[in-house]
């Protein structure tokens, strides 16, 4: 059924989640719209807030039998229950920006032979009496960002700022619930590798920066958090190499990003640049890649965007 599906994961968010519900209902979508807030055990008043709010808010809750808790199986649980041909993600604690659902939705309604499409995103530090904004997104997204996501730089795709058919789920499968972290660029590289996306330059969520309490993705230990990440681009060389789509731009990505893990590092990094030598002098002189690194972030209030 066409329509959008926003997938709002939440666990004790109870500070945060009505300005995200409210951001949802206030864009004025054309089409039809369904909020999924998917609960992830809260144990504050989180449901009682979800719940307050009736039509078209619907709380989905964490099975009893359930052992395992994390970002991951909520949004798998939102995305099974969802009924439109649209998903679109919302941290709890995050809100969408005026008019974005209709922006991004009326680019997949007029081009079917896109798989999703994405936007710019602001972050936000709040102290509790003002809120200053810089960009999260990156100043140039290129097309090697659009068609490589995650292995082509980083801050440009978050769960945020995405729109995606219902119907790729069911080819490259949800969110990999194994991962505790990097399970969202493992799902956008998947998308990516079956599906075409496209990129629109305006802001559509607010990501934000500072703030107390429990994060769905805990990022305390660094040592598990590389695993993870480690695991996540051998996962995507593996799809690569047995793939005979996969094209020589994406294996020197994912290979290059693997030295990073090698106990070899400089070895197989000269391995690398002797075999795809124009790849890897177009990655040392990345424009983009040098202006992200120089660009100091100038906090903004929200009317300067």
Request: glycine share 6%; charged share 25%; aromatic share 12%.
């Amino acid at each position: 059924m066409q329509g959008i599906s926003v997938i709002i994961p939440v666990y004790n968010r109870e500070a945060y989640l009505e300005e995200a519900i409210r951001s949802v209902l206030m864009q004025n979508y054309s089409g039809l719209l369904e909020i999924i807030v998917s609960d992830d055990g809260s144990s504050d008043k989180s449901i009682e807030i979800a719940d307050s709010f009736g039509h078209p808010v619907r709380v989905v809750l964490k099975p009893e039998d359930c052992l395992f808790q994390g970002v991951s199986g909520a949004r798998n649980r939102g995305i099974a229950e969802a009924k439109y041909s649209y998903i679109a993600f919302l941290d709890s604690d995050d809100y969408f920006l005026p008019n974005h659902l209709n922006r991004i939705a009326d680019k997949l309604e007029k081009n079917q032979n896109l798989g999703f499409v994405f936007c710019r995103m602001l972050q936000m530090k709040d102290d509790g009496e003002n809120r200053l904004f810089a960009p999260w997104t990156k100043p140039i997204i290129d097309k090697n960002n659009i068609k490589y996501p995650v292995i082509s730089g980083s801050n440009v795709i978050h769960t945020n700022i995405i729109l995606i058919r219902k119907s790729v789920f069911s080819l490259v499968g949800v969110f990999d619930e194994s991962f505790s972290n990097g399970e969202d660029g493992d799902l956008w590289m998947r998308i990516s590798e079956k599906y075409k996306g496209e990129f629109l330059s305006y802001y559509g969520a607010v990501y934000r920066i500072s703030h107390q309490g429990v994060q769905l993705s805990d990022k305390k230990n660094q040592e598990i958090i590389n695993k993870n990440f480690e695991r996540v681009f051998r996962s995507a060389y593996k799809r690569c190499i047995e793939s005979n789509v996969c094209d020589l731009y994406r294996k020197f990505r994912l290979q290059l990003i693997l030295v990073g893990y090698s106990k070899n590092k400089l070895f197989d990094l000269i391995t690398l640049v002797v075999k795809y030598p124009l790849f890897a002098f177009g990655t040392l002189f990345d424009i983009n890649r040098l202006i992200n690194r120089r660009k100091k972030i100038i906090w903004k209030t929200i009317s300067e965007y």
